[in-house]
């Protein structure tokens, strides 16, 4: 069974960074494309970003391209999400999924992307 665990969360002021993780564990992280999707409360869930197994080709929505940046150590089985320019905007529950069968192309348009999910965590930005 996968299991995907979610770290870095918190509190930063706008325009501060942070730099969120998820790692997998009970596979090889490299058989799996990996995705970052948000909640917000009282928004329905998103997709923020994807990353491709073995060869690592990302995918940004348009509201966090420029800002945000997927990346993975397969050799860790991790996979970060690196936040800059935060906004108010960007506060959500961020959660990380994998999935072997649905790639990355369709991560936003499929509501059943994500055949392994994580807990999430909390990223607040407020002054």
């Known amino acids: 069974q996968l299991q995907l665990v979610e770290s870095g969360g918190g509190l930063v002021q706008p325009g501060g960074s942070l730099t969120l993780s998820c790692v997998v564990s009970?596979?090889?992280?490299?058989?799996?494309?990996i995705a970052w999707f948000r909640q917000a409360p009282g928004k329905e869930r998103e997709g923020v970003s994807c990353i491709t197994r073995t060869v690592g080709y990302t995918y940004y929505v348009p509201s966090v391209r420029g800002r945000f940046a997927i990346s993975r150590d397969n050799a860790k089985n991790t996979v970060y999400l690196i936040m800059n320019s935060l906004t108010p905007e960007d506060t959500a529950v961020y959660s990380c999924a994998a999935s072997t069968t649905d790639d990355c192309s369709v991560y936003t348009t499929r509501t059943s992307w994500g055949h392994y999910w994580g807990q999430g965590t909390q990223v607040t930005v407020s002054s």
């Open positions: 009970g596979s090889t992280s490299m058989y799996y494309h």
